[in-house]
């Protein structure tokens, strides 16, 4: 199992920026996939940004493609979601997932490939 923890989360004006952290511990050594992935209310939590942890490879939900970059920090277990240009439909509580078990495009981008996920920390866009 992998424990996660979200920070950097918080309120900011439509065409700000934020950045996320995401601090895996536990069998980090295990994880094939990192991803973010968001929650607006009243809606299904939604893929946003994944990368091997090898960063080789990357995918991003076509809504924030070229205003996200998702990156990771290999020795401090750390994977980061820098967020710019937030518009207000950016705003969702945004949740850092652990994929142990496959790769590819398919395992990077569905929720259920998912075997771990951290408690989520809101960003709220303000217009």
């Known amino acids: 199992q992998v424990q996660l923890v979200e920070s950097g989360g918080g309120l900011v004006q439509a065409g700000g920026s934020l950045r996320l952290s995401c601090e895996a511990s536990?069998?980090?050594?295990?994880?094939?996939?990192m991803g973010w992935f968001r929650q607006a209310p009243g809606k299904e939590r939604e893929f946003v940004a994944a990368?091997?942890?090898?960063?080789?490879?990357?995918y991003y939900a076509d809504s924030v493609k070229g205003r996200f970059t998702i990156s990771r920090d290999n020795a401090k277990n750390t994977v980061s979601l820098q967020m710019n240009s937030l518009k207000p439909e950016d705003t969702a509580v945004y949740y850092c997932?652990?994929?142990?078990?496959?790769?590819?495009?398919?395992?990077?981008?569905?929720?259920?490939?998912?075997?771990?996920w951290g408690q989520g920390t809101q960003v709220t866009v303000s217009s």
């Open positions: 997932a652990a994929n142990r078990y496959c790769l590819g495009y398919g395992c990077s981008v569905e929720k259920e490939k998912y075997d771990d």
């Open positions: 536990g069998r980090v050594f295990s994880t094939y996939v």
């Open positions: 990368t091997r942890w090898s960063g080789l490879v990357t």
